[in-house]
């Protein structure tokens, strides 16, 4: 595959040799155990966002990662906010990255998940009215369903007053759904922090400075400082930085 902006690898075996596909899912692959890894953007003075939207801050590098990491998942979550506000549609690979699938003995595509405690919902949102694989929305036990949310998405209710996120990752994983993706925001990042869910970190650094204003890529309770061990740092031509941290 040809790209217009090249990404190398700066650590722990640093090359100035352009990385194609192959080896950039190499370099993120799949773990050999149940694993949630989170997938984020932020500027170099940690905004989220540029005018509102993370769109802002993703070039041709992170958006070509963001494809990968969506190719070597099972699950995508991503919070009710962040599909509403972001625009999401239904999630969908090119004939490249299905066929990698289908020869990994995967499913042609990866199963949104949306995490929604109010269930604020628009059923014909086309992320659930023209998904190719059945969403999942994890809930909790009386938020009241929209008309329609029924038939086009599994309502899965985990947690009374909140959403319990240990208990719908078992669910998840109860489906087969072990290699979990989430995209965000930050506020779903901070809760499954703080519930000890998160295994890994990738982080792109876009050379920019969005000023005052964006929040940071994680939001809401304080919870336990966590380690995480620096697995790799990929610099693309364009000035961006792709970390990648995970747990020992």
């Given at each position: 595959m040809s790209v217009g902006i090249p990404i190398s690898a700066l650590w722990p075996e640093p090359s100035a040799r352009p990385l194609d596909d192959a080896a950039l899912t190499a370099r993120y692959g799949r773990a050999d155990r149940p694993h949630l890894r989170m997938n984020f953007v932020t500027s170099v003075d940690g905004g989220v966002a540029v005018d509102g939207y993370s769109a802002g801050l993703s070039g041709e590098p992170d958006k070509r990662v963001f494809g990968l990491l969506r190719m070597l998942c099972d699950a995508l979550v991503v919070a009710a906010g962040t599909l509403r506000h972001e625009g999401y549609r239904a999630v969908r690979l090119n004939e490249r990255r299905r066929t990698w699938?289908?020869?990994?003995?995967?499913?042609?595509?990866?199963?949104?998940?949306?995490?929604?405690?109010?269930?604020?919902?628009?059923?014909?949102?086309?992320?659930?009215?023209?998904?190719?694989?059945?969403?999942?929305?994890?809930?909790?036990?009386?938020?009241?369903a929209p008309p329609g949310l029924a038939e086009v998405a599994d309502v899965v209710r985990c947690g009374d007053d909140r959403v319990d996120l240990a208990a719908g990752l078992a669910?998840?994983?109860?489906?087969?759904?072990?290699?979990?993706?989430?995209?965000?925001?930050?506020?779903?990042?901070?809760?499954?922090?703080?519930?000890?869910?998160?295994?890994?970190?990738?982080?792109?650094?876009?050379?920019?400075?969005?000023?005052?204003?964006?929040?940071?890529?994680?939001?809401?309770?304080?919870?336990?400082?966590?380690?995480?061990?620096?697995?790799?740092?990929?610099?693309?031509?364009?000035?961006?930085?792709?970390?990648?941290?995970?747990?020992?």
């Open positions: 699938r289908r020869e990994q003995g995967l499913s042609e595509y990866p199963t949104l998940v949306v995490v929604s405690g109010s269930l604020d919902l628009d059923p014909a949102q086309a992320a659930f009215a023209d998904a190719p694989v059945r969403p999942v929305v994890l809930t909790r036990a009386d938020a009241p669910e998840l994983r109860r489906r087969g759904l072990d290699q979990v993706l989430c995209e965000g925001g930050p506020h779903l990042f901070g809760a499954l922090t703080a519930a000890d869910l998160v295994d890994e970190v990738c982080l792109t650094v876009a050379p920019l400075l969005a000023g005052a204003g964006p929040g940071r890529i994680t939001a809401g309770d304080p919870s336990q400082v966590r380690h995480l061990l620096l697995r790799h740092v990929l610099a693309a031509a364009d000035g961006v930085l792709m970390l990648r941290y995970a747990r020992d």
